[in-house]
């Protein structure tokens, strides 16, 4: 088979659409590096040519039931969306058979393109519009359970007072204990609905990484591992105080899982490095994992599956990577351990409200 022009080159390589043509045997014409990445198959189109499709789309039957329909004959081009067995991706494709004028077929040619990252970029508005709701809601409740704490807190003190029996302390002083954490949990939850103005200045992300996990050792005792792996200063312009807060409740949440698991050799590895879009922080433990079903639910707010968690923690950091224009995202699996990805865009949107709305105090 004769090797592409270089300009047939230059386009391949030039498209932002996977492209794969296959002749009417079923051998490769053409591949896309484009293309070569969806199916994570490298990014050299040369050792592919002339070779079997079937080595191509290897453990992806459906998309290879496709090709093989549209090289029977198929007369009009095709468009659906279909998810990847081999890899957590969907890719929307459009499928052609390529005939000449009306002879039979003389192979299929293959559009197909990435939706996963529309797909979560989908996720992501969801849960925004799901916050901005709740906000509404636990605004108003947390300011009527405020004032009442405040009164129990005055009350308690005269009760204290007044009290001679040791034992009748002791109860009183864990009612006043419990009667504090119910306010811990009210502030939180009024720091996650409060709008987040955001004050950016450069800061260096690999320093605001060592510096959050040394407070959240402080925090949290924690007798294994925490490993920080960084590629150089990572200058970047965010709100230092809010973003530190992030990673600070980020790191806090993965020993307290880990500990709180009795993980063997528990584990904490921390990353922050550059990327072609952007900038990546990365936090991976060994711990419990988490399962598929929960991924999603693990960044809305009160939702915990800790015994005493409040389940504001991670919600928070959703809100401020949200606010900085950036992502979140999550992969863990039971006995797994979770790996939290962060990402700041180059150029994050600048989201001065938070999408949480409070009704003014009154």
């Keep these: 088979m004769p090797s592409p022009t270089p300009y047939a080159e230059c386009l391949l390589a030039s498209l932002r659409t996977g492209l794969l043509a296959v002749d009417a045997a079923g051998r490769i014409e053409a591949v896309s590096p484009e293309a070569l990445r969806i199916l994570d198959r490298g990014g050299d189109p040369d050792p592919w040519r002339s070779e079997p499709v079937e080595e191509l789309l290897a453990g992806e039957p459906e998309l290879l039931a496709l090709v093989r329909e549209a090289q029977s004959g198929r007369d009009q081009p095709s468009r659906a969306e279909l998810g990847l067995r081999s890899r957590d991706r969907t890719i929307g494709f459009t499928l052609i058979p390529v005939r000449e004028d009306e002879g039979p077929p003389r192979g299929a040619a293959l559009l197909f393109r990435d939706l996963t990252p529309f797909e979560r970029a989908d996720e992501q508005a969801r849960l925004h519009d799901r916050l901005a709701a709740l906000g509404q809601m636990a605004s108003g409740l947390a300011h009527e359970i405020r004032n009442p704490l405040a009164a129990m807190e005055v009350l308690a003190g005269l009760l204290e007072r007044r009290l001679q029996d040791a034992e009748a302390k002791e109860l009183?002083?864990?009612?006043?204990?419990?009667?504090?954490?119910?306010?811990?949990?009210?502030?939180?939850?009024?720091?996650?609905?409060?709008?987040?103005?955001?004050?950016?200045?450069?800061?260096?992300?690999?320093?605001?990484?060592?510096?959050?996990?040394?407070?959240?050792?402080?925090?949290?005792?924690?007798?294994?591992?925490?490993?920080?792996?960084?590629?150089?200063?990572?200058?970047?312009?965010?709100?230092?105080?809010?973003?530190?807060?992030?990673?600070?409740?980020?790191?806090?949440?993965?020993?307290?899982?880990?500990?709180?698991?009795?993980?063997?050799?528990?584990?904490?590895?921390?990353?922050?490095?550059?990327?072609?879009?952007?900038?990546?922080?990365?936090?991976?433990?060994?711990?419990?994992?988490?399962?598929?079903?929960?991924?999603?639910?693990?960044?809305?707010?009160?939702?915990?599956?800790?015994?005493?968690?409040?389940?504001?923690?991670?919600?928070?950091?959703?809100k401020v990577i949200a606010s900085h224009g950036g992502s979140i995202s999550l992969e863990s699996a039971p006995g797994q351990g979770a790996e939290f990805r962060i990402h700041l865009p180059p150029e994050p949107e600048l989201r001065v409200e938070s999408p949480l709305r409070p009704e003014p105090s009154s």
């Design 172 to 318: 009183l002083a864990e009612l006043v204990t419990e009667q504090r954490r119910i306010g811990d949990s009210v502030d939180a939850c009024l720091e996650f609905v409060r709008p987040a103005h955001l004050e950016r200045r450069p800061v260096d992300l690999a320093g605001l990484l060592r510096e959050a996990c040394e407070q959240a050792r402080r925090r949290v005792p924690f007798e294994g591992v925490v490993a920080v792996s960084e590629h150089g200063p990572l200058h970047w312009q965010v709100d230092e105080g809010q973003l530190r807060r992030a990673l600070v409740d980020l790191i806090v949440n993965a020993l307290q899982a880990m500990n709180e698991a009795g993980s063997v050799q528990p584990r904490l590895e921390l990353s922050a490095s550059s990327a072609a879009d952007g900038v990546l922080l990365v936090a991976r433990d060994n711990g419990p994992g988490i399962p598929a079903e929960l991924h999603e639910r693990v960044f809305h707010p009160f939702f915990t599956t800790r015994e005493r968690g409040s389940g504001v923690g991670l919600a928070c950091v959703h």
